[in-house]
């Protein structure tokens, strides 16, 4: 028997944390948000609420503008990654907006500190979020230079004790290679975070690897463009890769 299979037996899910990456709200153009992408991701994240599962999310910026590459352009790297930065907390407020028109309660807090448009996150504020029935966005990544917001993900998922760490793609799982571009790529349906660290898998980054390893945090990666999918991961349905 897998591991995979005893740990979803025996996984009771009350709080999820789902990492999804600023590009996947981008429009048909390639920039921006797309409504209707957000659409999407909403109605996967109200079908976990109603099956009453606490969500937090955390959504990446690279739609609107990411740290590295602005360093690349140009943009000092402290300050990029402060855009990028602010970037979140604006998909933050577009997957509030729309989870809102569909009826969900969500909260944006943000790293960042912002009066007036979203208030200040900490582990204590994000908790009682959650537990008064509220769709939970983090934005902001952690707040500091040089970390990206897959590593914001692991620290948020470890300060609110959830249950599992999920991070959405477009592929349905971890390969051993990058399938759209290795046909021969084979799909792991579990691994440890040790062997995934070790063979240094592009699934999130190496600092967010280390978190999850220390604190024995698991990720479980799945095709989050498919509907129905999240629901699916949630009722132990083996159709990502788990990293335990």
Known sequence: MYFCDLFFRN????????????ESLTGDDGYGVSYSHIAHYAEEIKSAVDAGVQVAVVI?????FRGVQGASAGFER????????????INALAVQGVLEEMGVK??????V?????????SWRAAIESLEA?????????TGNPFFTTDTGAALRALEIKADLLLKGTRVDGVYTADPEKD???????????????????????MTAFALCQDNKMSIYVYDANTK??????????PIGTLLY
């Open 183 to 205: 046909p021969t790529a084979t799909k792991y349906t579990e691994i440890s975070l040790a062997e995934a660290y070790e063979k240094k898998l592009k699934i999130m980054d």
């Open 106 to 111: 969500a909260k944006v807090l943000s790293a």
């Open 113 to 121: 500190n912002i009066e007036g448009v979203c208030a200040k996150t």
């Open 11 to 22: 996984m009771k899910y009350k709080r999820i944390l789902l990492k999804l990456s600023g």
């Open 60 to 64: 990446g910026g690279g739609n609107i």
């Open 228 to 237: 129905g999918n999240l629901l699916k991961v949630l009722n132990g349905e």
């Open 78 to 89: 402290r300050q990029g990654d402060q855009m990028g930065m602010l970037a979140t907390i």
């Open 133 to 141: 029935g509220y769709v939970t966005i983090l934005g902001g990544g």
